[in-house]
């Protein structure tokens, strides 16, 4: 399994920006997708993830301004970032992950693409 994300960026604070992420390979179709993102000097945290069936769960510092959306036939997965704000400058990764109710455990991570809200 591959994921490949693009977008993120250098963008002010009040800004957007935009994520996505393509899976390839051998992927369930029940996988959750979701973003984690690692500041300097942090421990990387979730950021949003997504169920198979459109279930999202978002971190409390983004939700209401933060979307996060998929596609399942085409097996991406993307992160609208609306009203950035400096604190929100990270290194941002996709991920696949096994659903909660699934037999099999997997856990694929792609490269990190930075994100940099400007004050």
């Known amino acids: 399994v591959q994921l490949q994300a693009s977008g993120g960026g250098v963008a002010q604070a009040g800004g957007s920006l935009r994520l996505s992420c393509a899976a390839s390979g051998s992927i369930l179709s029940s996988s959750d997708m979701g973003w984690y993102r690692q500041a300097p000097g942090k421990q990387r945290e979730l950021v949003a993830r997504?169920?198979?069936?459109?279930?999202?769960t978002y971190a409390d510092s983004v939700e209401g301004r933060f979307t996060i959306d998929r596609n399942n036939a085409r097996n991406t997965v993307t992160l609208q970032m609306d009203s950035l704000k400096p604190d929100d400058t990270a290194v941002y990764y996709c991920n696949l992950k096994n659903s909660r109710y699934s037999n099999q455990r997997y856990n694929y991570w792609g490269q990190g693409t930075q994100v940099t809200v400007s004050s």
């Open positions: 997504i169920t198979s069936g459109g279930t999202a």
